[in-house]
């Protein structure tokens, strides 16, 4: 089972790595097998609003996007098949680390112009995030996306391995881990709202 840090958060409260919280767990019986991160350098990654898709006037294959990053707006050159207005996206900033394939190493992001346009970023496919292999097109963001929040604080997470023993199911749930950190730290657990609105109205 994995447990995501982000999300064990949300129930209670603690300031441990995930080293120090493996360790803890593990000393209780609840044993850690791995540990991993996803993110931890997307600072300068950030999401972005695509406003604005315009044809490059000088390549056909290429577009200009007008990208709302919350306190500026940045002109980039894009190549993505799938990318349109409305979407958000993650944008790397000049300096940011990427990681490039062809070189299998993350590089920082140099400014280029690109057909005598120069772009202010550079919109990110899953394998340039290391998400994944995927880099037929951009890596496009849920709606709810806020953009100018860096994409560690969006999507970054870290999680835990654990290997619940048979005679502990409550481990198999993340209100259950929760409440076995709580009791190592003597913390409460925030109980998650379970409330609804009742609708009359049945459709059979």
Same mark, same amino acid.
């Given at each position: 089972?994995r447990?995501?840090?982000k999300?064990?958060?949300?129930?209670? %409260?603690?300031?441990?790595?995930?080293?120090?919280?493996?360790?803890?767990?593990?000393?209780v019986?609840?044993?850690?097998?791995n540990?991993?991160? !996803?993110? &931890?350098?997307?600072?300068?990654?950030?999401? &972005?609003?695509v406003?604005?898709?315009?044809?490059?006037?000088?390549a056909? =294959?290429?577009k200009?996007?007008?990208?709302d990053? #919350?306190?500026?707006?940045?002109?980039?050159?894009c #190549? @993505? /098949?799938n !990318?349109?207005? #409305?979407?958000?996206v /993650?944008?790397?900033? !000049?300096?940011?680390?990427i990681?490039? @394939?062809? =070189?299998?190493?993350?590089?920082?992001?140099?400014?280029?112009?690109? =057909?005598?346009?120069?772009?202010? &970023?550079?919109?990110?496919?899953? =394998?340039?995030?290391?998400?994944?292999d995927?880099?037929?097109?951009?890596?496009?963001?849920?709606?709810?996306? @806020?953009?100018g929040?860096?994409?560690?604080?969006?999507? #970054? %997470?870290?999680?835990?391995?654990v290997?619940a023993? /048979?005679?502990?199911p409550?481990w *198999?749930?993340?209100?259950?881990? @929760?409440?076995?950190?709580?009791?190592? *730290? &003597?913390?409460?657990?925030?109980?998650?709202?379970?409330?609804y609105?009742?609708?009359?109205?049945?459709n !059979?």
């Amino acid at each position: 089972m994995r447990i995501s840090l982000k999300w064990l958060k949300e129930y209670v %409260d603690f300031d441990y790595s995930a080293e120090e919280l493996a360790e803890k767990l593990t000393m209780v019986g609840l044993e850690v097998s791995n540990i991993e991160t !996803i993110g &931890g350098g997307w600072d300068d990654i950030l999401v &972005g609003d695509v406003t604005k898709l315009v044809q490059h006037p000088n390549a056909d =294959r290429l577009k200009l996007a007008t990208i709302d990053i #919350g306190k500026e707006s940045l002109t980039v050159v894009c #190549g @993505a /098949p799938n !990318i349109e207005e #409305g979407q958000k996206v /993650p944008l790397a900033l !000049i300096g940011s680390e990427i990681y490039d @394939a062809d =070189r299998n190493k993350t590089v920082a992001l140099k400014p280029a112009k690109i =057909r005598g346009i120069v772009s202010e &970023g550079m919109v990110c496919s899953e =394998r340039e995030l290391r998400i994944s292999d995927d880099h037929e097109g951009i890596l496009v963001l849920p709606s709810d996306a @806020a953009p100018g929040v860096s994409m560690d604080e969006y999507l #970054g %997470d870290t999680t835990l391995e654990v290997d619940a023993t /048979p005679n502990r199911p409550d481990w *198999l749930s993340m209100i259950g881990v @929760a409440w076995e950190v709580a009791a190592i *730290l &003597g913390k409460t657990v925030k109980m998650p709202d379970t409330t609804y609105a009742e609708n009359s109205k049945l459709n !059979i």
